[in-house]
């Protein structure tokens, strides 16, 4: 049975504001006090957490370049540290603070010194070892158009091949199909092909005993919405296993626009080619003749050639299969019929990301913390609070399917899912989403 407890941080809808909610970020002892209270009959029970690795995945996406990256964006700092200080006093054996942001994201610039110092302090008094990891394999610096630089050798990594078990075995059939936008398709298609299916999991994901997922609330171009399912995606340290779309469109079998349009299939060759000469000076010829014969197309401002739109079929089924390695998921590379771990997630909603997310979100005065031991259960509460038709967007119609008896909580009471209206608002939807409803 899974379990979702939703605490608020407002009063009524005129409190319910941007510039209200986001000081709750500087008030670490409430955000502790409604941890706590969501957290009721888990984070409290010493028995999960003595002498067990913990892994808690924040939602590290990128460091800023938005006026409100710092409370939209990634997953506040306030909200880790009074985790850690409600989880410490259980005598872990060991905290890993770990994810793999995007590439091209300077870690340094993301990762402050007074996080760091505040996590040192913590370690210290409690005497228990806290690490904060960048799982990313491979980096790149966008703006000079790198080829990609190892930062983890593989032996830090489990090549898990799904094979057959796949949500993606479906769609696999046709050879070299898969694309993730900006990277080499070559290198894609030696991980995902017709009964193979590899992800690169960082080994930290097979020593924790308890992973605790930290995700911020957020729409996302490619699978709608951003929460609990999609935040595990950062458990894979390389994009080159991380299929988020397929080459076409809808009506030549793949998924990346609507329809077929020879100019447009001609644009993500040419996309496929630049990308092959990363760091070579034709880079930039090829990636300007995508460009060119893109605008050719005269396409709708809602669809790209990164497949960020609602007719996106793959992405869903890449999100699924890394929370099926996360929780059954063996050293060995294998699958378990039996949890390997203890999966909880502990969402950041107090202010949510609305719009052109996950990278460049506007900022959603939700107001809410959320907790719960089921994922699927999670992102389809959510879904709800987002006023979203849940039967229009394949992550949450399938999650949907996963879900079976359920409780959910709000501030201490337990409610029903139409109840969730109370809290719910209208979200706007990224721009390949505006049309999904119709």
């Not at 200080?85 to 005598?91: G, M, R």
Request: charged letters at 25%; proline letters at 5%; hydrophobic letters at 35%.
């Amino acid at each position: 049975m899974g379990n979702i407890r939703i605490e608020t941080f407002y009063n009524n809808e005129e409190s319910r504001t941007i510039d209200t909610l986001s000081t709750i970020y500087n008030d670490k002892q409430l955000i502790k006090d409604k941890i706590k209270k969501i957290g009721i009959g888990f984070l409290d029970d010493e028995k999960i957490f003595k002498q067990k690795n913990i892994l808690i995945k924040p939602n590290w996406v990128l460091h800023n370049h938005n006026d409100y990256d710092d409370i939209c964006l990634r997953t506040n700092n306030s909200i880790i540290i009074a985790l850690l200080e409600i989880l410490l006093p259980l005598n872990p054996q060991k905290i890993v603070i770990g994810d793999a942001p995007i590439q091209g994201c300077d870690w340094d610039k993301m990762i402050n010194k007074t996080f760091i110092n505040e996590i040192n302090k913590l370690s210290l008094i409690y005497k228990t070892p806290i690490e904060i990891k960048d799982f990313r394999r491979v980096t790149f610096d966008p703006k000079l158009n790198n080829p990609q630089k190892e930062k983890r050798p593989l032996s830090e990594y489990i090549i898990f091949d799904l094979g057959e078990k796949s949500y993606l075995e479906p769609i696999s059939a046709n050879k070299n199909n898969f694309r993730v936008t900006d990277y080499n398709p070559d290198r894609l298609a030696e991980s995902h092909r017709k009964g193979v299916h590899k992800y690169c999991i960082s080994k930290e994901l097979f020593e924790a005993d308890v992973v605790i997922s930290m995700p911020k609330i957020k729409t996302h171009q490619k699978a709608g919405i951003t929460c609990a399912l999609k935040n595990l995606v950062g458990i894979n340290g390389d994009k080159d296993y991380l299929p988020h779309h397929r080459i076409g469109g809808k009506e030549r079998g793949g998924d990346c626009y609507p329809g077929k349009n020879i100019f447009r299939l001609w644009s993500e060759y040419l996309l496929d080619t630049a990308n092959r000469r990363q760091g070579k000076i034709t880079y930039y010829f090829f990636s300007y003749a995508a460009a060119v014969f893109w605008k050719l197309t005269k396409p709708k401002k809602e669809h790209n050639l990164s497949a960020g739109w609602y007719g996106n079929d793959t992405t869903w089924r890449m999100v699924f299969d890394l929370n099926k390695i996360a929780k059954y998921g063996k050293k060995d590379g294998t699958l378990s019929e039996k949890p390997q771990r203890v999966i909880y997630s502990l969402c950041d909603g107090i202010i949510g990301g609305q719009g052109d997310g996950p990278l460049n979100p506007a900022p959603l005065p939700l107001g809410i913390l959320a907790f719960g031991d089921d994922s699927y259960l999670i992102d389809l509460i959510v879904g709800n609070i987002f006023r979203l038709n849940i039967g229009k967007i394949p992550l949450l119609k399938e999650a949907q399917k996963m879900v079976k008896d359920y409780s959910i909580y709000l501030n201490g009471k337990k409610i029903s899912i139409e109840d969730i209206n109370d809290i719910s608002m209208e979200v706007i939807m990224p721009p390949g989403w505006t049309n999904y409803n119709k």
